[in-house]
């Protein structure tokens, strides 16, 4: 079955980056996109990037441009995110999942990975 | 702010029927689907597009939309199903994707 299973919990200090790993299977890795979502502490779910593993191309949300970086290493069919410069308010839980589009008009996540806890703290 | 707006918190008794609403521009170009999270774990699809439902998903899970605005029906709600819920969409610049701020459903 498909499954994205991501790295384990991190934590970093202010100023620091960090970099959360989200290894796939059970699917041909190269045909669907994946994107990475984050949630702070009772908080909602919150959009960040999206990679296309098929030639490595990304979007970023404008909240996060310059910051984040995703990138895909085919060989072990696996999508990084690093988040640099941390500040506290960056402590979250980091999902990746998979895309699925329909004729352009309805996108769809799933599954989603377990979650990376990332805790910033001095 | 969440350019997909939702109401922070339903409420329904056991068995009824509750709708939860997701508001946006986004939803005239795009359909949405729906996540439910309960707390400690990753978000779970329940339903995207036209009524469309993963494996697994009870069919009492419903979906519609009608302009900017998508809706998720729950018809004979369980205790099971208490948990936020959020909507997701494509925004309409086709740059980027968003949420829904998310609705946190209480069974009573």
């Known amino acids: 079955q498909v499954q994205l299973v991501q790295s384990g919990a991190e934590v970093k200090k202010p100023g620091a980056s960090v970099r959360v790993s989200c290894k796939t299977s059970g699917y041909t890795f190269t045909r669907n996109w994946i994107h990475w979502v984050r949630q702070a502490p009772g908080q909602g779910l919150e959009w960040m990037g999206i990679i296309n593993p098929n030639g490595g191309a990304t979007m970023y949300a404008q909240k996060f441009q310059g910051r984040v970086t995703v990138t895909r290493d085919t060989t072990t069919s696996t999508v990084h995110m690093e988040l640099r410069s941390l500040r506290s308010d960056d402590t979250a839980i980091y999902y990746c999942?998979?895309?699925?589009?329909?004729?352009?008009?309805?996108?769809?996540?799933?599954?989603w990975g377990q979650g990376t806890l990332v805790t910033v703290s001095s | 702010s969440s350019e997909l707006t939702q109401d922070p918190a339903v409420s329904v008794a056991l068995g009824q029927t509750v709708t939860i609403t997701c508001q946006g521009d986004s939803l005239r170009t795009c359909y949405a689907s729906w996540y439910q999270q309960k707390p400690g774990q990753a978000p779970v699809l329940v339903i995207y597009g036209k009524n469309n439902r993963p494996s697994g998903i009870p069919d009492r899970f419903s979906c519609s939309s009608s302009g900017n605005t998508a809706s998720l029906t729950i018809s004979g709600a369980q205790a099971e199903d208490e948990a936020d819920y959020y909507c997701y969409s494509r925004h309409s610049s086709a740059n980027h994707w968003v949420f829904g701020g998310g609705t946190k459903l209480t069974v009573l």
């Open positions: 999942a998979r895309d699925h589009s329909n004729e352009m008009v309805v996108w769809w996540l799933d599954p």
